[in-house]
T-cell receptor, first 114, second 115 residues
Framework: DAGVIQSPRHEVTEMGQEVTLRCKPI?????LFWYRQTMMRGLELLIY????????DSGMPEDRFSAKMPNASFSTLKIQPSEPRDSAVYFC????????????FGSGTQLSVL | AQTVTQSQPEMSVQEAETVTLSCTYD???????LFWYKQPPSRQMILVIR??????QNATENRFSVNFQKAAKSFSLKISDSQLGDAAMYFC????????????FGTGTSLTVIP
C-alpha cells in the first residue's frame, strides 16, 4: 500500500493567495483527519471526516479555511485568502473507523505564506 | 474534551542507555486506546506502540515498552538500548473507545541521543 499521499510536499505562496492542499487516504480507511503543526501550538486537529462526512470542524481556525471530501479517496484543505500566520506543516491522516485503530499519517505539506 | 500532557519538552540520553518519556491524560471514559508516535527530522509520523486500556499487560515492541498505570492515568514510554536513530519528537496520543474517532495529542517530547 502506498500509504497516505499528500501533495504538494512544499508550498510557498504570497499573502492573499488561495492555497489548496490535497490528500489521498489509504484505500479502505473511512476516517480522515487534517492536522496543523507549528512550534508554538503543536499538533492541532482542524477537521475530521467519517465516511466522507465532516464530523468535527471546531478546530478550523476561521472562515478562510475549508475542507471537503467528495469521495472516499480524496480530500482537500483550502485556505483563501492565505496569511503569514497560516505557515505551518499540514498533515493528513487516515484510519479505519473502528475504535482503537491507529492513525496513518501522510508526509505533510510545508506551507510558507510570505 | 480529553487532554494529554507531556511535561518534558526535551530529554536526552546516552547511546545504549535507557530513557523514559512521560505522558499523563485526563478522561472520564473507561474504554480508550493510547499511542506513542515518533516524528524524526523527516517529519513523517510513525507509530511506535499502542496500548488498549482494557489490557493490564503493558505493550512492548522490541526496544520500546510502556508503563501503563490506568488508575494514575499515566502512560510512559521506555526506550531501551537507545540508538542514534531514536532521536526524534515523540507524541503521546489518546483515542476514545466510545465517542467517535477523535485523537488527542500531547505537545511532544524532543529526544536527543548522545553518541
Amino acid at each position: 500500500d502506498a500509504g497516505v499521499i499528500q501533495s504538494p510536499r512544499h508550498e510557498v505562496t504570497e499573502m492573499g493567495q488561495e492555497v489548496t492542499l490535497r490528500c489521498k487516504p489509504i484505500s479502505g480507511h473511512n476516517s480522515l483527519f487534517w492536522y496543523r503543526q507549528t512550534m508554538m501550538r503543536g499538533l492541532e486537529l482542524l477537521i475530521y471526516f467519517n465516511n466522507n462526512v465532516p464530523i468535527d470542524d471546531s478546530g478550523m481556525p476561521e472562515d478562510r479555511f475549508s475542507a471537503k471530501m467528495p469521495n472516499a479517496s480524496f480530500s482537500t484543505l483550502k485556505i483563501q485568502p492565505s496569511e503569514p500566520r497560516d505557515s505551518a506543516v499540514y498533515f493528513c491522516a487516515s484510519s479505519f473507523g473502528q475504535f482503537g485503530e491507529k492513525l496513518f499519517f501522510g508526509s505533510g505539506t510545508q506551507l510558507s505564506v510570505l | 474534551a480529553q487532554t494529554v500532557t507531556q511535561s518534558q519538552p526535551e530529554m536526552s540520553v546516552q547511546e545504549a542507555e535507557t530513557v523514559t518519556l512521560s505522558c499523563t491524560y485526563d478522561t472520564s471514559e473507561s474504554d480508550y486506546y493510547l499511542f506513542w508516535y515518533k516524528q524524526p527530522p523527516s517529519r513523517q509520523m510513525i507509530l511506535v506502540i499502542r496500548q488498549e486500556a482494557y489490557k493490564q499487560q503493558n505493550a512492548t515492541e522490541n526496544r520500546f515498552s510502556v508503563n501503563f498505570q490506568k488508575a494514575a492515568k499515566s502512560f510512559s514510554l521506555k526506550i531501551s538500548d537507545s540508538q542514534l536513530g531514536d532521536a526524534a519528537m515523540y507524541f503521546c496520543a489518546y483515542r476514545s473507545g466510545h465517542t467517535g474517532n477523535q485523537f488527542y495529542f500531547g505537545t511532544g517530547t524532543s529526544l536527543t541521543v548522545i553518541p
